[in-house]
């Protein structure tokens, strides 16, 4: 369905994620399956706000597929770890989940997760080529170009902004070092000031990196061992690196470098390091927001710390870290930094995607006279929209949204026959039934809608198990309930959110009093309740809508909105979590 929690879900340096792959790293979160093989139809239920209806992926052992509305239209795959997946819509979103397990031979498992892969990377190249496209006419069009100069990914860890300083003729050793003539693009610049930075063993630059304080950054000698081992790992990687032909492998070389550097930094201090990889202009929050919004920063402080500890604790057992596991590392240490900056200064919280990775740039001047050489400005200017245009025709064409006809289910089914057709064009019906069991069209009926795809699953395909899983605020009421005892007066203070020990109201969410999708016979009542709340917030809230940007008004009018369908025994409202006391334990059985 369109956009949802999986916003949760990355727009982070896509070129380094994909370029990792160079230097021997694995990007796949799932392996292949052991002992058997099961693809995973997972459905997720109704809330109110984005993907309302439901919402739809297919599970590949710990990797996770789904498709999700993107900037100007267009419904692209996305790839998430399954339990970053279940964490946003178990928990922050209060979703139960639905789990077919369909069982498959490993061939066909291969065939459909590579073919899932091969898809994902296709939209994310297009995707990032735009952004690259826009970003250069920006530069095109400013004023400040030439002073300025153009980002250099990652180069921010070695190199300061603008170009190195005139030098002069006599010195062999700074003559060599200038930029050559003959380099042109931002690629080549790349790739030249990567390899300086490693041949003159350069160090990082002040303050993109910094220690682990408190226990927390202690390391042991088991730890220091594991860091050894890794600081080989990324010698090795970079020596891998010397014969590659790709044109942006410096972006690569620069990241390993960096993490080189930092983990010596480790090694020689006793202390862990990591490098700073927020990106240079990421969105802030206030603190006094994250209250509003039910969130309390020590929630997410233990969240990251519980990552981090499991990420030191692999260190400790000897677990030489894969780039996945180190880019966890440095994401979850980086959000405590900034997380325990916020509560000790009370300043804005910067929030990003689900992970972070190195690129930090350096705005760099050395092109200035390849670029006075080039085509002229309009010329250029014209040049880099047609070709934006031709992007955006074929993400038109291929990846268009409509809500019946092309939606997060249709793309799932169709997406199979796809990859099971193959470039010889099978008949992807029979491949289906003979692979999956039976086969599901994704124009068929009603199928388009997300719960009757995942009842049409289990009807159709070879579902070996369905696994129920239950949102958050469920399964924490029926620990509630374990403890407490199920009796009225418990009952009555859990069900609304004025009294309820498990949820906080997010001001993102609509106003309601009263809980609706654990009742039945009451729902119509309790929507009544919740209509007047609604009706009455939004009266309130209409005089105050200068002051609080319409906020009041806005939630009390989704309140009316979410209610009206309670009072007809239908329930889609669940509240939401913008934080919780600690991460939950989503998991559920993998392929891996």
Request: glycine content about 8%; overall charge negative.
């Amino acid at each position: 369905m369109p956009r949802s929690a999986a916003d949760i879900l990355p727009s982070t340096s896509i070129r380094i994620a994909v370029l990792a792959l160079i230097v021997g790293f694995s990007v796949l979160a799932g392996g292949k399956p052991v002992d058997a093989a099961y693809l995973d139809y997972v459905y997720v239920d109704s809330n109110e706000g984005q993907a309302s209806g439901g919402h739809v992926g297919l599970a590949f052992g710990g990797q996770i597929f789904h498709f999700q509305y993107r900037e100007g239209g267009f419904l692209l795959p996305v790839r998430h770890a399954t339990g970053a997946f279940e964490r946003a819509y178990r928990v922050r979103e209060n979703r139960n989940l639905r789990q077919h397990r369909i069982e498959v031979d490993q061939e066909t498992y291969d065939l459909l997760r590579d073919g899932f892969n091969a898809q994902y990377f296709e939209s994310e190249v297009l995707l990032s080529d735009l952004e690259e496209l826009r970003a250069a006419e920006a530069r095109l069009v400013s004023t400040d170009t030439v002073s300025r100069g153009q980002p250099l990914a990652a180069a921010g860890y070695f190199f300061a902004d603008r170009a190195d300083p005139d030098l002069g003729e006599g010195d062999e050793a700074k003559t060599a070092a200038k930029v050559p003539a003959k380099i042109s693009s931002l690629d080549e610049l790349s790739d030249h000031l990567s390899r300086r930075a490693e041949s003159e063993g350069r160090p990082l630059q002040p303050e993109v990196s910094f220690p682990v304080q408190g226990a927390a950054g202690e390391l042991s000698s088991a730890q220091m061992a594991t860091l050894r081992s890794l600081q080989d790992e990324f010698g090795r990687q970079l020596g891998s690196l010397k014969a590659s032909s790709r044109p942006d492998v410096g972006e690569v070389r620069f990241v390993v470098l960096a993490r080189r550097a930092v983990v010596a930094r480790s090694l020689s201090t006793g202390r862990l390091h990591m490098l700073d990889v927020y990106p240079d202009e990421a969105e802030t929050i206030e603190v006094a927001e994250v209250h509003a919004r039910g969130g309390r920063l020590e929630h997410l402080l233990a969240v990251t710390e519980t990552e981090l500890a499991r990420g030191t604790d692999a260190l400790h057992a000897g677990q030489l870290p894969s780039e996945s596991d180190w880019s966890r590392i440095e994401d979850a240490a980086n959000r405590r930094r900034e997380i325990l900056r916020a509560m000790d200064q009370q300043t804005p919280l910067r929030i990003v995607g689900p992970r972070m990775l190195p690129g930090k740039s350096a705005w760099r001047t050395d092109l200035e006279g390849g670029e006075a050489a080039g085509p002229p400005q309009a010329t250029a200017l014209a040049e880099n929209r047609a070709k934006q245009m031709e992007i955006l025709q074929q993400l038109q064409e291929q990846s268009s949204y409509n809500l019946i006809t092309r939606n997060c289910v249709s793309e799932v089914f169709d997406s199979i026959d796809e990859i099971l057709a193959g470039p010889s064009g099978k008949d992807p019906v029979a491949e289906s039934m003979a692979r999956l069991g039976g086969h599901v069209a994704g124009d068929q009926g009603f199928v388009f809608v997300p719960f009757v795809s995942a009842e049409t699953v289990a009807g159709n395909l070879r579902v070996a198990e369905t696994i129920d899983l239950p949102s958050y605020r469920s399964q924490q009421l029926a620990n509630v309930y374990e403890k407490e005892g199920d009796g009225a007066a418990v009952y009555f203070r859990e069900s609304n959110t004025l009294t309820s020990t498990i949820y906080r109201y997010n001001a993102e969410d609509s106003v309601f009093v009263f809980f609706t999708d654990d009742v039945v016979l009451a729902r119509p009542f309790y929507g009544l309740v919740n209509l007047t709340a609604g009706l009455g917030a939004a009266v309130v809230g209409l005089p105050y809508a200068p002051f609080d940007r319409g906020r009041l008004l806005m939630a009390g009018a989704r309140g009316v909105f979410w209610s009206v369908p309670e009072l007809f025994f239908l329930s889609f409202r669940k509240g939401s979590f913008f934080t919780v006391p600690s991460p939950a334990r989503v998991g559920a059985p993998a392929n891996s």
